[in-house]
């Protein structure tokens, strides 16, 4: 068979697209266990099964690497959060916003590390990846935040300010990744359980709410 037929240049593409991916799933936990400046490429490639060269033919530069990671953290992230946008015009506001925290809650619990590599990141002032995120977060937000101008304009829930509200979402279930080991030390546990985000999506929940509940 032809090596320049459709069918085994599709075959490569697949074949390199899948490595790629096994190479950032292991590069996002050694970023959120060790930072970019401790992490070395050859470290990531070890875990990976992989040669140093073998690995930077795919990814040439530690920040390519890191990039890629961040590309794929703020591509779920981002999908976490379109409910609010994509929520139909007549759903409950309570509705969505429910689905909203435990979207993001869900996200905390299954991809903790993620979430610890993008907080690493912005912590740090997002040198390698603020224009990333101020492209494609700043949209997301606006539009979030139109949908609860529309529900106040239609007095559905209380006026308050959306950009502070959704900021507060975001640090309340963000944490329960990021600090998930000092949780988990309070609670006198190893790790946090499900009954932990549950109890936690109820908690927030509620507050959520609360702060937008019409005044009778």
Request: aromatic share 8%; with cysteine.
């Amino acid at each position: 068979m032809n090596d320049r037929s459709p069918g085994v240049a599709s075959r490569r593409m697949q074949n390199r697209d899948r490595l790629e991916a096994d190479v950032a799933a292991v590069a996002v936990r050694v970023f959120a266990e060790c930072g970019y400046e401790g992490t070395s490429v050859a470290a990531i490639a070890e875990q990976a099964g992989l040669s140093k060269q073998n690995l930077m033919y795919y990814f040439p530069t530690k920040q390519a690497l890191y990039e890629r990671v961040l590309d794929d953290v703020l591509d779920e992230w981002l999908a976490r959060m379109s409910s609010l946008a994509q929520a139909a015009p007549d759903a409950e506001p309570a509705d969505v916003l429910r689905a909203y925290v435990q979207a993001k809650l869900r996200f905390s619990r299954e991809q903790p590390y993620a979430s610890r590599v993008y907080a690493m990141e912005v912590i740090s002032g997002a040198q390698l990846y603020g224009q990333q995120i101020k492209r494609r977060v700043v949209p997301v937000l606006r539009r979030d935040i139109e949908v609860f101008e529309r529900w106040i304009a239609a007095g559905r829930i209380a006026p308050v300010n959306a950009t502070h509200l959704l900021f507060a979402i975001w640090a309340m279930t963000q944490s329960y990744a990021d600090f998930a080991a000092q949780m988990a030390l309070v609670l006198d546990r190893r790790q946090l359980l499900k009954k932990d985000f549950d109890e936690a999506e109820d908690t927030i929940v509620t507050m959520v709410l609360a702060a937008v509940r019409p005044q009778a």
